[in-house]
């Protein structure tokens, strides 16, 4: 994996998950696809195969860069801005 410039500025250790799911597909009714965790605040959001992409339109409300799988057994990262798993 490569390593983006937006993975040294993450917290260490990593935020503590705000949520067990999407809180947004919750309160819209929806079930997410996979989870997706933000690296820079523990915001759960659902991925781009969910209806509502929570995750993605959360990186466009804040500009958190960098997100991980929230999946078991899943352990890749990806960077928003640079369009990569890091």
């Known amino acids: 994996m490569n390593e983006c410039s937006h993975v040294s500025a993450l917290p260490h250790p990593e935020p503590a998950p ?4 999407c809180l947004e597909c919750l309160a819209a009714g929806s079930h997410p696809v996979q989870l997706r965790l933000c690296l820079v605040c523990g915001h759960v959001g659902c991925c781009d195969s969910s209806p ?16 991980r ?18």
């Open 52 to 67: 509502f992409q929570h995750a993605t339109a959360h990186f466009k409300e804040t500009g958190h860069p960098v997100m």
């Open 69 to 86: 799988t929230f999946e078991p057994g899943e352990k890749w990262r990806w960077c928003f801005v640079d369009g990569s798993i890091v």
């Open 18 to 21: 705000l949520s067990d799911t």
